[in-house]
């Protein structure tokens, strides 16, 4: 932005927990200088789930109200955002609110609908191929990373990491295949399998579950993972040694990808050219190799699960790996 126009830039602490309270500073030309190597960020985040935005709080605070207060005190001509699918729905409804935004897909997830990758992606896949690739012994591996709602990340740093079974939020699994898959490994001398599940796969009799009854189910299994679970199906089922493995928020960490220093550069002059040009409710999109942009309202809260027919998860199963079901 300072090099398309004049620009004034305001930063928002913590969020829209900052735009909530007020909370910002004014940010200065050098303050950007040499962030692209470092990860996270230097505003700071929180937690302001969507479905509480509406909801008035214990202190009596509207939060829509109370955002467009701070915008407009500020006398803002864009709120720039990055994040997820929550971020991506709140910037949503203050755009249906009246107030200038455009968005930035950033999330590890990759599930932001409208855009081939999201800043953050490729970074975790990254992370999550090398734990892949630090726990490869003569044990049968369970590997548990994250993606609740959406595989993304398993099937890619699973590809990568050379997993012999990848198990995913969009394909209900049954566990006798999955133990049947690393039985034939064991018979062929193999010493090792390697399994990747993401944090929200599930069971084929699970899928047939309501969300409150899957989780009243989960919570009378003595494990509190799902690794952990099929961890222990596999050593009882097949009878080889099973462990299992949570990076967890290791893979939020770190510098970032050389992908996602150039991609999120990319984004952003995007992002400020569409302000230069007064284009705004919108969010940044990758479409093939070209930087796009999306109406809010046509992407803030649709999902982007793995398809059945996407031509990575194609290659892993003609690669032979075992996908469950």
Known sequence: AYELFDAEIIGIRNGYGGLIEGEYQEMSKKQFSGILTLGGTILGTSRQPFRNMRVIDERGVDKVAAMKKTYKDLKLDCLVTLGGNGTHKTANLLSEEGLNVIGLPKTIDNDIYGTDFTFGFHTAVDIATEVIDRIHTTACMVVELMGNKAGWLTLYAGL???????????????????AQAVEARAKSKKPFSIIAVAEGAMSEEEAKMKKKEREAYRATLPYDCISKRIAAQLSEMVGVEARHVVPGHIQRGGSPSAYDRVLSTQFG???AQLIRDEIYGVTVALDGNEIIHNKLKDIAGVP??????????????????????
């Open 304 to 325: 982007k699960p793995v398809p059945k027919d996407d031509h990575v998860l194609t290659t892993a199963r003609n690669m032979g790996i075992c996908m469950g079901d």
């Open 269 to 271: 002059v995007h992002a």
């Open 160 to 178: 990568a990491g050379g997993a012999d079974v990848i198990l995913l939020p969009e394909i209900p699994y049954d566990i006798k295949k999955v």
